[in-house]
């Protein structure tokens, strides 16, 4: 690589996906949540291209997701060049096109590397060093997509042919796509994988803005109106960067892969070699996560008793799993749900999922844990015209000014220092001091100081929902 050469990540983070339930739900799917390590997929993805030759990322993510994006990227020390929120999910052909377009404008001869945000990719060098070789290609206009040497016959995934001898996992250029193969059925998936000219699409493009866009010029000229106008009527707001709604909702929803990959005559193709996944299912988290001699993961409050081949694992420190005699099953906790099932069948969970939707059951989508810009909370009772939440506020953080029509509060600071405002009185609370809060009150709770503020929320009255708020005023511009 030349030192002058710059690549210009791109992180798509806008999914909701059901497989990994009850862990990954639609109000924190799975790229925030830490199923590996310590670190969420999002993050790790984020250090993947924090290196030198790498611009800093650009982000497309959901509206509800901005504050979790910011903070999850502070946590790893890495800041966003630019953050794009889209006002609904198009799929990922509309948010690697806004991507290119917001690009193109920063730097007109840029080189971007899409990525999703819920992939597994442990080794960082052999990537890197895999899309510097694919680097002179995307510079010379040709659309490079990545494929990974397969481990097993696998019917989820899409295959790449290529066009190469038996050593193609070691080629140090792309190879040209012969053909992709979706949906196919588990014999086509084994005779695939014997013959070495087969890989996994990963999902990761390499291309120069010119080439994308030009592409979507010709084969999807509708995405490319919509996109072009919601980019040139965005709007920036907090640090982030608001797509147009209404030219927006006009782009088809469509993947990249039908709108342009699969549709392209003149696709290329770097082989990689080293171990990656898409952890689609607690299956593959099982795969991906070293089990022990006994074939079994434990994580968190789990334990396994004469266990194999198991997954176990506790999202809630005050919830012990016990799994006796279990053998490949996978055994998932929260503080609000459980899931049971044989590892086989773990691609069924979006079944589940929605039989609970069907239900009307909270657990579908929503978190116990709901997060805000300004921390979190989760309800911990509730009964009959009362709840009892716990509320973490971040350092400098605060609340908006706010009021309720149905409900009073009781506030009781457990830990930090809150300064609170109910009506025209201030007060500066610490731990084991409390305030009332009257039905209609304005009021706010601010954290000026550098630790956490936790404090036990206490509601009553005749409505507790959460849409029971009138804002006056919000630093986080929420109406």
Same mark, same amino acid.
């Given at each position: 690589m030349s030192k002058n050469d710059v690549i210009w990540p791109v992180i798509l983070c806008g999914g909701a996906g059901t497989r990994l339930w009850p862990a990954s739900r639609k109000s924190f799917p799975k790229q925030f949540v830490q199923l590996i390590d310590q670190n969420s997929l999002f993050q790790c993805a984020a250090k993947l291209i924090c290196a030198e030759g790498f611009a800093s990322p650009t982000v497309v993510t959901a509206e509800a997701f901005r504050f979790v994006v910011r903070d999850q990227l502070e946590g790893v020390g890495i800041t966003a060049g630019t953050i794009l929120l889209e006002p609904e999910e198009r799929n990922t052909a509309p948010a690697v096109l806004a991507a290119a377009l917001a690009l193109r404008a920063q730097a007109a001869d840029a080189v971007m590397l899409v990525l999703p945000s819920d992939h597994l990719i442990p080794d960082s060098a052999a990537f890197k060093q895999a899309v510097w070789r694919a680097l002179p290609a995307a510079k010379a206009k040709q659309l490079v997509t990545f494929g990974a040497k397969p481990s097993r016959p696998e019917t989820e995934y899409a295959f790449l042919e290529l066009d190469g001898g038996p050593n193609l996992e070691i080629s140090n250029i792309p190879l040209d796509l012969v053909q992709f193969f979706n949906k196919i059925d588990e014999e086509t998936a084994t005779e695939m994988f014997k013959t070495g000219r087969h890989f996994w699409n990963m999902g990761i493009g390499l291309f120069h803005v010119d080439a994308i866009i030009d592409a979507f010029a010709y084969y999807a000229p509708k995405i490319l109106t919509a996109v072009s106008d919601s980019v040139a009527n965005a709007t920036v707001d907090f640090g982030f960067t608001r797509l147009d709604n209404i030219s927006w909702s006009k782009a088809p929803p469509v993947s990249i892969d039908d709108a342009i990959m699969e549709k392209h005559d003149a696709l290329t193709v770097m082989p990689y070699a080293a171990?990656?996944? @898409? #952890?689609? @299912?607690? +299956?593959?988290v099982w795969r991906e996560s070293a089990p022990d001699g006994d074939g079994n993961v434990c994580s968190g409050a789990a334990t396994a008793i004469e266990c194999r081949g198991s997954l176990l694992r506790s999202e809630n420190?005050? $919830?012990? !799993? $016990? *799994? $006796? *005699? #279990?053998? @490949?099953? $996978? !055994? &998932? /906790?929260? *503080?609000? /749900? !459980?899931? &049971?099932?044989? %590892?086989?069948?773990? +691609? +069924? !969970? *979006? %079944? /589940?999922?929605? /039989? #609970? %939707?069907e239900k009307g059951a909270t657990q579908a989508e929503a978190n116990a844990r709901e997060l805000r810009p300004w921390g979190w909370f989760e309800s911990i009772a509730h009964g009959e015209r009362f709840q009892v939440k716990r509320i973490v506020v971040k350092p400098g953080a605060s609340m908006s000014l706010q009021s309720h029509h149905h409900r009073s509060e009781h506030w009781i600071i457990v830990a930090g220092t809150a300064q609170v405002t109910v009506a025209d009185q201030v007060h500066l609370l610490t731990e084991n001091q409390s305030i009332y809060v009257p039905l209609g009150a304005k009021h706010r709770l601010e954290n000026l100081g550098r630790l956490p503020v936790v404090l036990i929320e206490v509601q009553t009255g005749a409505y507790l929902g959460e849409d029971d708020i009138t804002r006056y005023a919000d630093q986080y511009s929420r109406s």
């Open positions: 171990c990656w996944s @898409d #952890l689609d @299912d607690w +299956q593959s420190p005050s $919830v012990e !799993v $016990v *799994g $006796v *005699g #279990l053998e @490949d099953m $996978v !055994v &998932i /906790a929260t *503080g609000d /749900a !459980v899931l &049971i099932s044989p %590892k086989s069948a773990s +691609q +069924q !969970v *979006g %079944k /589940a999922v929605a /039989a #609970l %939707k």
